[in-house]
């Protein structure tokens, strides 16, 4: 079964940034698109972005766009979130997904499959 696991939340002010990381334990990692979703306190659980397996096609929500970049390193199995600009409407738990698709993955809950445990992000403002 997947793994993910993501790392690099905190606490942040308006403005900052954080660099949060996903690795996978898979060795299917280069073949599938990857995503990141995220999840407010009483909202359901939402696209950010998300990345082909080859790495070469991007994709963003629009509030999102400008201020964040998703990349990945498959030599290393994991896929990457900067975050800058942030703003107290992006406080969230952040959530890594694994698309079984190679590219243009969705943007929905249902579109991904394997999910990690999440990591918290919190903006002050």
């Known amino acids: 079964q997947v793994q993910l696991k993501e790392s690099g939340g905190g606490l942040v002010q308006a403005g900052g940034s954080l660099r949060l990381s996903c690795a996978a334990s898979?060795?299917?990692?280069?073949?599938?698109?990857m995503g990141w979703f995220r999840q407010a306190p009483g909202k359901e659980r939402e696209f950010v972005a998300a990345?082909?397996?080859?790495?070469?096609?991007?994709y963003y929500t629009d509030s999102v766009k400008g201020r964040f970049t998703i990349s990945r390193e498959n030599a290393k199995n994991t896929v990457y979130l900067q975050m800058n600009g942030l703003k107290p409407e992006d406080t969230a738990v952040y959530y890594c997904?694994?698309?079984?698709?190679?590219?243009?993955?969705?943007?929905?809950?249902?579109?991904?499959?394997?999910w990690g445990q999440g990591t918290q992000v919190t903006v002050s403002s």
């Open positions: 898979t060795r299917t990692f280069s073949t599938q698109s």
């Open positions: 997904a694994r698309s079984p698709l190679p590219r243009n993955p969705g943007r929905t809950v249902a579109d991904f499959g394997s």
């Open positions: 990345i082909s397996a080859s790495g070469i096609s991007t």
